[in-house]
């Protein structure tokens, strides 16, 4: 899906060090965009937390378009 944002739960984590560890290895091999959180807390952002912010920007209005074109055509279906 090159080029659509989405958003993937990469892993859990059984300690906040393994967390930030494992996220960071993988953004380094991937160059994802990666948000570590605890109990809705932010621990860490990969590459920073304005990045992290703009790609949550852009899949929420993604996915708003989405919802609006279902109802669209949910409405011309009746």
């Known amino acids: 899906m090159r080029g659509q944002p ?3 739960e990469s ?3 059984y300690t906040e060090d393994d967390a930030l560890y494992t996220a960071n290895l ?4 991937s ?6 959180v605890r109990f809705g807390l932010n ?6 937390a304005h990045t992290v ?4 920007r852009q899949l929420t209005q993604q996915q708003k378009r989405l ?6 055509w949910n409405e011309t279906q009746r």
């Open 31 to 36: 160059n994802a965009v990666i948000k570590v």
């Open 53 to 56: 912010e703009l790609c949550e």
């Open 11 to 13: 892993l859990q984590a």
């Open 67 to 72: 919802l609006e074109q279902g109802a669209r």
């Open 6 to 8: 989405s958003w993937y």
């Open 43 to 48: 621990l860490a952002c990969f590459p920073d």
């Open 26 to 29: 993988i953004h380094m091999d």
